[in-house]
């Protein structure tokens, strides 16, 4: 492609696969939630694409997840070709130059078909049984944590799971589950955060019956602890959520593994080309591998990571993709202790009001 060139139609197959066989990079612009599904719930995606969404109210995205070289090409995905070429036009505008369209699972058939072939599609059903699965983004016009929370539905009970709220987004995430028509029954932290404060507590007080859950050995206060095993009911017993305990970055972490979904929320343990710190609340660099490689490295490839941060505007991995080219966990458990420990990370600003008001979880006197 020229300098000057946007992306304003679908390229060929031809186009798409002989660049990606020379190495570029592939994008998936949607947000990977059910409103983005079809076909019965069916959320279709490229192995290996990088999930970077395209906001198509501001019409813009995030550039901290990109190469900084602007010639690199770049191959945009989404569901049908629209936003991807929205995508397109727009970052063609902040310099980048090879910008392909890949179409969607609901666009050229020809096209996806290529792409299957040539990088393999993942499926995934986050329309289960009707229900929505939404993911929201604690930004500076909140409490600016860079904190995913995660709210999971049931049609057929209108009950409702949230994972990791923040306080500041309280009113946005009760605004989310009341469009969604449900109620929420649950609210579940993967461990008590040094960063920014659990929503946990206020949302108990706006949400009567509202129940909280940490795991036991995060020392915190709830309504019920976990504990690694334990499977958590909702829906009346037609959804469950698997407890993993994922120690490292705290004695307390866990992991939240939905198979129906195909999806496990990781918290702090293990992000999108990264993970959490090791350097305090009784962290472990040493447990943190362990975790990732015995508990969350033996999970399906294709089972969707969804983090509690992210700083780059990605969205979600899978096991594979981490297990393939994440920087930090690829190296050797030695390694991977040396590295933890040079970091020298800055003390985490909220500290010192939020694990202390994180240990309550939700539940004050």
């Known amino acids: 492609m020229s300098p000057q060139a946007t992306a304003v139609k679908v390229n060929s197959d031809t186009e798409v696969v002989t660049a990606l066989e020379q190495g570029a990079l592939l994008i998936d612009v949607r947000p990977p939630t059910s409103a983005e599904a079809f076909e019965g719930g069916t959320f279709s995606r490229i192995d290996g694409a990088l999930s970077l969404p395209f906001d198509m109210a501001t019409g813009t995205m995030p550039l901290g997840g990109l190469p900084e070289d ?22 063609a505008a902040q310099g980048y130059t090879s910008i392909l369209n890949g179409g969607g699972p609901k666009g050229d058939p020809k096209l996806w078909e290529a792409l299957s072939k040539t990088k393999g599609e993942q499926k995934y059903q986050l329309g289960l049984r009707g229900g929505s699965f939404v993911q ?74 509202l129940r909280s859950m940490i795991a036991n050995a995060s020392g915190a206060k709830a309504d019920d602890h976990l504990a690694d095993g334990q499977t958590v009911s909702w829906a009346g017993g037609a959804r469950s959520i698997k407890v993993l305990s994922t120690p490292g970055h705290t004695n307390g972490c866990l992991s939240f593994y939905e198979p129906e979904l195909d999806a496990v929320f990781t918290g702090d343990t293990l992000l999108i080309g990264g993970c959490g710190r090791t350097d305090f609340q009784e ?31 990605r969205r979600c991995s899978t096991i594979g993709e981490e297990m393939r080219s994440n920087p930090r966990l690829t190296k050797t458990k030695e390694e991977f202790v040396e590295l933890m420990a040079g970091l020298g990370l800055p003390y985490p600003k909220k500290l010192d009001v939020s694990l202390p008001a994180n240990l309550l979880c939700g539940i004050q006197d």
């Open 70 to 91: 602007k010639s690199k090409t770049l191959v945009l995905t989404c569901r049908s070709g629209n936003r991807a070429g929205k995508a397109a036009d727009f970052l």
């Open 136 to 209: 929201l983004f604690d930004g500076e016009d909140g409490g600016g944590s860079s904190t995913l929370t995660y709210i999971l539905t049931d049609e057929a009970t209108k009950a409702a799971v949230i994972i990791d709220p923040v306080i500041e987004q309280v009113d946005r995430d009760l605004a989310e589950v009341e469009k969604l028509g449900c109620k929420l029954v649950l609210a579940l932290n993967t461990h008590a955060h040094a960063d920014h404060i659990t929503g946990t507590g206020l949302l108990k007080k706006k949400v009567p019956g």
């Open 283 to 313: 962290g472990s660099s040493e447990n943190l591998y362990d975790s990732v490689h015995n508990r969350l490295f033996t999970l399906p490839p294709k089972t969707l990571v969804y983090p509690a941060h992210d700083y780059k505007g």
